[in-house]
């Protein structure tokens, strides 16, 4: 038995999220089935690092599967998969890895990035990749509050309503905002773990940062307190990047 470790980059836009659901269009279902047509086998299970929702993108995603087929070689296995797959899903990786090795459970540190065009114009070309914001945003401010998400804390306060999860603890190791060219900002957290529209909502709290409605220090209090309403508003998630899984 191989047990084999992809690293995936896809774009979220037409897609139902990376979760296999009936009748809807998604990222595991369509990378499964590429699975099952080079290897021949059937009821392959793709375990990723963690679901993405509807209409968010992945840079550096990381699944895994276990396969008895042992004719491919490793080094051709991306390939392989990429002629049967969408031109938006892509395997940029294939590894053979210990069998012990689990996409999610084994998962250390995730980094997600949220891109925000700052520009007084929306982009044509990038509209589907970034959340347009024409009033300019005041980074420095940005910058100070975003460090208050640094450290454990209870996220109660960003996550959405039908979040599944026990606990809403979670360690963010680092927490930055940074300017980015062409007048784009990216907010960019590294976590142990993330809550259902947890960065989104975080971003969407910069924002009110950025605009002057909340003062940075005020950050410190919404996330004691742990009151949703006090947070900014969830963003839309086609600002909203995976880069990278660490383990």
Partial sequence: MRNIRLTIEYDGKDFNGWQKQPNKLNIQGEIERAIELITGEENIDLIASGRTDAGVHAIGQVANFKTNNESIPIEKFAIALNTKLKRSIRIKKAEEVDERFHSRYTCKRKTYRYIINNNECESAICRNFEYHMPIKLDIKAMQIAVKYFEGEH??????????????????????EVKKADEGRIYIELTGNGFLYNMVRI?????????????KPEQIEEIIKKGDRKLAGKTLPPNGLFLLNVEY
């Fill in 154 to 175: 209870d996220f109660k306060a960003f996550k959405a309503s039908g979040t599944s999860s026990k606990s809403s603890v979670r360690k963010i190791y680092l927490a």
């Fill in 202 to 214: 975080i971003a969407g709290t910069l924002i009110d940062v950025g605009i002057g409605k909340t």
